[in-house]
C-alpha cells in the first residue's frame, strides 16, 4: 500500500507506537525522524543513550515496504533486539558470526523471502559481496547504521569496518539512510557524515540532557571506603556499575565489595567469554547487581533500571563519562553518577596518553579531550552546564549536581601555589606529589632526609595546610596545567610556561576548597517507586511470575516487561483487559500473551 505522504506515515506511525510498542507517545524528536525516513529521507540523529534511537529506525522499517537492514557493532546487542522486537510480534532476525551455517542460511532464505521487517548484520558482513548480490534482489526498506560514530579514528569505539559502509549510498543510492550515535561532539558529527557520506541527511539533535541524573564528583581520599559509603548511603540493593580502569582492580574492587555484603561481579576481557556471559546474564535479570567492570562492559547492556554509574577511575574524555554515566536511569527515574577523582587519576591518564602508540595529531587530540574532562572535575560551577556546553548546548545551573547543591568555596591560593611550585623547583623536578607535601608540611622522612630535603628553604613553609588540602592544590595545579607530570622520571611533577607568572607573582590562582569531612550530597532517597505495602506484595508477586516466563522462555527478564511497567500494574491494579492495554510497555502483542495471566495474578 503506498503511503499518502508525510502526515498520513505519521498517523500510522503513531498507531503502530501504541500498538506494536505500547507507549502512548513519542519522545522528543522521535516522530520527525520517522516521518522524514518514511518519505524516503536520509537522517543522522545524535541523541543521549537511552533517548530512543531504536524506534527511530524500526517504525519506518514497519511502515515502509521491504525489510530494514541494522547494522550493529556488538553481537549481544543484536541478540537482544531482536528476542525484545519478538516480543513485539515483529518479523526480525539477525545475522553475525555466532550463528553457525545451518542457522545464517535459513535467515538468509528468510529475508530473500521478504519474510522479515528487520535484519541486523554486522558491518564486516553486510559488504561482503555475497551479502551484496542478496541485498540486490531484495526489496530494501532502510539501512539503519547505529553506534555511527564507530566511523571515528579518533573516537574511543573506532572500528574499521564502518569504513567501509559508504559503500551502502554507492550501491544502494534509492534506499533511505539513517545513522544513529549518542557522540555529539561536532568533530565526530563531522567525521560520520563526512565518512558515510551523509551530506544531503537531515540532522536531528536531541537534548542531551538526563535529568534524572544527578552528577557528583569527590575527591578521591579512600576511593573504596567512598564508593562503599555511596552504596550503602544511597544505593543498597540497587542495580548499579563500577568503572575501573584496570582489570585488576576490577577484580579487587569486586571481591571487597562482596565481602562487604554487596551483590558485586567483575567484568573485564581477560575473563573467559562464558564467565563473562553468565555475569552479564545475572545483571539483566537480577535484581540488585553491582557490576564492577572495565569499559568493555558497555555497548549492549539495555537495563533501564541501573539505579547508580560509578567511576573509581578517571575516564578519558567527557564523551567516555557521558557514554558510561548515561547507562544509569534510562527509566527516567531519579538515579547517580558519582565518580572518585584525584591527582594520581590525572597522572595515570596523561601517561597512557604519553605512551601511547598513536601520532602526534592523535596525541594532541587526546591532551585536550582529557583537559576538557579535568574543567569539568575542577569546576566550581553546575557540572551540568559543563557537560551541556561541551555538546554545544547552552543552560542554566541544574539543581541537581554536587556544585549546585553545596556549591564548593573557593579561595585564594596565590600564596599556596607560589610554595607548591617554589617545592617542585627547589628539589629538582625529580618528585611525585607524596615528597614534595611531605617536604612542605616538614616531615623529615628517611626519603626526605636522603635527598637532604630537609635542609631546602621550603622545608616546613607549607605546614598552615594538612595532606588532603596540598593534595588538592597538587591536583589542580595540575589539571589546570601549572605542572605536569613527566613520565620518563615516573609521574614526576614538573613546571610549565604557564607556572612562571604564578611563582613571581605576577598572577593569582583561585582554587576549590577540599570538602568538608561531613557526609553531604548524596542523601538517601526512597526507593525508586514508592508503594504502599500492599502493592509492593503485588509487585513481588509480579516480578516473581516475570522470571518464571523470563526462565521458561530463556530470555531476559525486561524484554517480558520493564520494572515499571509491573510497577505501573501493581499501582494502578487494572482490570479488564482494556485498562491494562493502555499501560506504557503493553502493546497489543503483549497483551495477548500476557494480559490474562496478569489479570489472573490481579484478582487472586
Ligand atoms: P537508545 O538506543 O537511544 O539508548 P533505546 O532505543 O534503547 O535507547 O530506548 C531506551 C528506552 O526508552 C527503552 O526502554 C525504550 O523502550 C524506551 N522508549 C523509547 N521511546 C519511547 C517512547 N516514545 N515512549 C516510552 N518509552 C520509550
Ligand atoms: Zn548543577
Same mark, same amino acid.
Given at each position: 500500500m503506498a503511503m499518502q505522504g508525510p502526515s498520513a506515515a505519521a498517523g500510522g506511525a503513531l498507531e503502530l507506537l501504541r500498538g506494536t510498542f505500547g507507549h502512548p507517545a513519542f519522545r522528543g524528536p522521535q516522530e520527525a525522524i520517522v516521518s522524514h525516513l518514511v518519505s524516503g529521507g536520509d537522517a543522522l540523529v545524535l541523541m543521549p543513550t537511552g533517548g530512543g534511537k531504536s524506534l527511530c529506525y524500526q517504525l519506518p522499517a514497519l511502515l515502509r515496504p521491504g525489510t530494514a537492514l541494522v547494522v550493529s557493532p556488538l553481537i549481544a546487542l543484536m541478540r537482544d533486539q531482536v528476542t525484545a522486537l519478538e516480543q513485539l510480534g515483529v518479523r526480525a532476525a539477525f545475522l553475525n558470526s555466532s550463528l553457525d551455517g545451518r542457522a545464517a542460511a535459513a535467515v538468509e532464505r528468510s529475508f530473500a523471502a521478504g519474510g522479515l521487517d528487520l535484519l541486523y548484520v554486522a558491518p564486516e558482513r553486510l559488504v561482503m559481496p555475497r551479502m551484496l548480490s542478496l541485498l540486490e534482489e531484495a526489496e530494501l526498506a532502510l539501512f539503519a547504521i547505529d553506534e555511527a560514530h564507530c566511523v571515528s579514528q579518533w573516537g574511543h569505539d573506532f572500528r574499521p569496518e564502518y569504513l567501509q559502509l559508504s559503500i551502502l549510498h554507492e550501491r544502494f543510492p534509492q534506499v533511505p539512510r539513517i545513522a544513529l550515535t549518542a557522540t555529539a561532539d561536532p568533530q565526530t558529527r563531522a567525521e560520520i557524515i563526512a565518512r558515510l557520506a551523509l551530506d544531503e541527511a537531515r540532522v536531528f539533535v536531541s537534548s542531551f540532557d538526563r535529568p534524572n541524573i544527578r552528577y557528583t564528583i569527590v575527591d578521591k581520599a579512600e576511593p573504596r571506603a567512598q564508593l562503599l559509603a555511596f552504596i550503602r548511603g544511597a544505593h543498597y540493593g540497587h542495580t548499579g556499575i563500577v568503572y575501573c580502569l584496570s582489570r585488576r582492580k576490577v577484580d579487587e574492587t569486586a571481591a571487597f565489595l562482596a565481602a562487604q555484603g554487596i551483590k558485586a561481579l567483575p567484568y573485564h576481557a581477560g575473563l573467559d567469554a562464558e564467565t563473562r556471559s553468565a555475569h552479564q546474564a545475572r545483571f539483566q535479570d537480577e535484581e540488585g547487581i553491582v557490576m564492577v567492570a572495565?569499559?568493555?562492559?558497555?555497548?549492549?547492556?539495555?537495563?533501564?533500571?541501573?539505579r547508580f554509574v560509578a567511576h573509581l577511575d578517571l575516564p578519558k574524555s567527557i564523551e567516555g563519562y557521558y557514554q558510561e554515566t548515561g547507562r544509569a536511569g534510562r527509566d527516567g527515574e531519579p538515579a547517580d553518577a558519582w565518580m572518585s577523582y584525584g591527582l594520581g587519576d590525572v597522572v595515570q591518564q596523561r601517561r597512557m596518553i604519553d605512551q601511547s602508540e598513536g601520532s602526534e595529531d592523535y596525541k594532541r587530540v587526546s591532551v585536550a579531550k582529557l583537559d576538557a574532562l579535568l574543567g569539568l572535575c575542577e569546576t566550581a560551577g553546575c557540572r551540568r552546564v559543563r557537560l551541556l556546553d561541551y555538546f554545544g548546548e547552552t543552560s542554566t545551573p541544574c539543581g541537581n549536581c554536587d556544585t549546585c547543591l553545596e556549591p564548593p568555596e573557593t579561595w585564594d591560593a596565590g600564596e599556596a601555589a607560589r610554595k607548591a611550585l617554589s617545592t617542585v623547583y627547589r628539589t629538582g623536578?625529580?618528585? %611525585?606529589a607524596v615528597h614534595l607535601i611531605d617536604v612542605l608540611r616538614g616531615k623529615a622522612t628517611d626519603r626526605v632526609k636522603s635527598w637532604n630535603h630537609?635542609?631546602?628553604?621550603?622545608?616546613?613553609? %607549607?605546614?598552615?595546610?594538612d595532606d588532603s588540602e596540598w593534595r588538592s592544590v597538587f591536583r589542580q595545579l595540575t589539571a589546570l596545567g601549572f605542572l605536569r607530570p613527566d613520565h620518563e622520571a615516573y609521574g614526576a611533577l614538573t613546571l610549565t610556561e604557564a607556572s612562571r607568572p604564578v611563582l613571581k607573582g605576577e598572577t593569582g590562582v583561585e582554587l576549590r576548597r577540599v570538602a568538608q569531612k561531613k557526609r553531604s550530597g548524596t542523601k538517601r532517597r526512597g526507593p525508586a517507586t514508592d508503594l504502599p505495602a500492599a502493592d509492593a506484595a503485588l509487585l513481588d508477586a509480579l516480578k516473581a511470575w516475570r522470571g518464571g516466563e523470563a526462565r521458561s522462555q530463556g530470555v531476559p527478564a525486561y524484554v517480558i516487561f520493564h520494572d515499571r511497567t509491573l510497577a505501573a500494574i501493581a499501582a494502578l491494579r487494572p482490570d479488564t483487559l482494556e485498562a491494562l492495554g493502555t499501560l506504557d510497555g503493553i502493546g497489543q502483542k503483549k497483551l495477548e500473551r500476557y494480559g490474562e495471566a496478569i489479570l489472573g495474578l490481579l484478582a487472586g
Open positions: 572495565t569499559i568493555a562492559f558497555g555497548m549492549g547492556i539495555d537495563k533501564a533500571e541501573v623536578q625529580r618528585f %611525585g630537609d635542609q631546602l628553604s621550603v622545608f616546613g613553609i %607549607g605546614a598552615d595546610l
